[in-house]
């Protein structure tokens, strides 16, 4: 399982973010979960999600997200931006 913080213990704004937005723990979202399979959100959630970043001052603006399966995919995307 992965871990929700990283090597510093710093815990990732995006699975934080997740977590709130799906009502679950952090340490229940895991880097290689499905956002549609294993998370349960569907094309509206996923939207919904994106202006929740947006809301918190996180760039979203080149996300695509036909290409984004996983949780790990969703924060790489972010990061790299």
């Known amino acids: 399982m992965m871990n929700s913080t990283d ?9 934080q973010h997740l ?9 229940d979202i895991d880097d290689d979960d499905s956002l ?16 929740t970043l947006k809301t918190n001052n996180i760039d979203t603006s080149t ?3 036909t ?3 996983t949780v790990g995919e969703l924060i790489d995307a972010v990061n790299n931006d």
């Open 7 to 15: 090597q510093k213990g710093i815990i990732n704004p995006i699975k």
């Open 19 to 27: 977590a709130e937005y799906l009502g679950v723990e952090i340490e």
């Open 36 to 51: 549609t399979q294993d998370l349960h959100m569907r094309p509206s959630d996923l939207t919904d999600f994106l202006e």
């Open 63 to 65: 996300i695509d997200l």
């Open 67 to 69: 290409e984004i399966e």
